[in-house]
Nanobody, 115 residues
């Protein structure tokens, strides 16, 4: 069982930056590929970014490419999402996901961006 706890969400204005963190309880964090998803009100959960277990492969959704950066600190069992040049359409609950043989989700953190 892996517990994921997101933090760092909050309120911002268009053009601001926020950094999300996701702390994992996994005994062997490097067994897991980590990802960020988001879900806006009335919409389905969508993929944001993914990073492989050792960080060598990173994938972004087109909507955030060039603005968001995913990274991980394996000794700290933590994955980050640096969000720059925020837009109102980035408003959503952001979820962290850990994936290996099994998949685990965090509880989410709210990000609200005003124009």
């Amino acid at each position: 069982q892996v517990q994921l706890v997101e933090s760092g969400g909050g309120l911002g204005q268009a053009g601001d930056s926020l950094r999300l963190s996701c702390a994992a309880s996994a005994r062997t964090f490097t067994n897991y590929a980590m990802a960020w998803f988001r879900q806006a009100p009335g919409k389905e959960r969508e993929f944001v970014a993914d990073i492989s277990s050792r960080g060598g492969r990173i994938v972004y959704a087109d909507s955030v490419k060039g603005r968001f950066t995913i990274s991980r600190d394996n000794p700290k069992n933590t994955v980050y999402l640096q969000m720059n040049s925020l837009k109102p359409e980035d408003t959503a609950v952001y979820y962290c996901r850990a994936r290996s043989v099994y998949t685990y989700w965090g509880q989410g953190t709210q990000v609200t961006v005003s124009s």
